[in-house]
């Protein structure tokens, strides 16, 4: 099993940065992929952004050039860096890992408003 733990949530303004953070409890090298997904009110769950365990990263075409995903092996944790933020990039932010299950963490909101 794995324990995911986020952070990092807050409200924005618009063109404002946030990072959020996803503590692990186990080795990041053992987890093959990690990942952002994000749910806004009526939508549903979508994927923000993943890096695997080799280091290859890709993201949502809606958030390329905004966002980086980066990930600290001492630390085992996964961040994920937003930059130039909209207010469609609001939602709950959840944290993924994939070791033959899918694992999530509890959510961190998101808010970017003026």
């Known amino acids: 099993q794995v324990q995911l733990v986020e952070s990092g949530g807050g409200l924005v303004q618009p063109g404002g940065s946030l990072r959020l953070s996803c503590a692990t409890s186990r080795s990041i090298f053992s987890i093959a992929l990690m990942g952002w997904y994000r749910q806004a009110p009526g939508k549903q769950r979508e994927l923000v952004a993943r890096i695997a365990s080799g280091g290859s990263t890709n993201y949502a075409d809606s958030v390329k050039g905004r966002f980086t995903i980066s990930r600290d092996n001492a630390k085992n944790t996964v961040y994920l860096q937003m930059n130039s933020l909209k207010p469609e990039d609001t939602a709950v932010y959840y944290c993924?890992?994939?070791?033959?299950?899918?694992?999530w963490g509890q959510g961190t909101q998101v808010t970017v408003s003026s």
């Open positions: 993924n890992a994939w070791v033959g299950s899918d694992y």
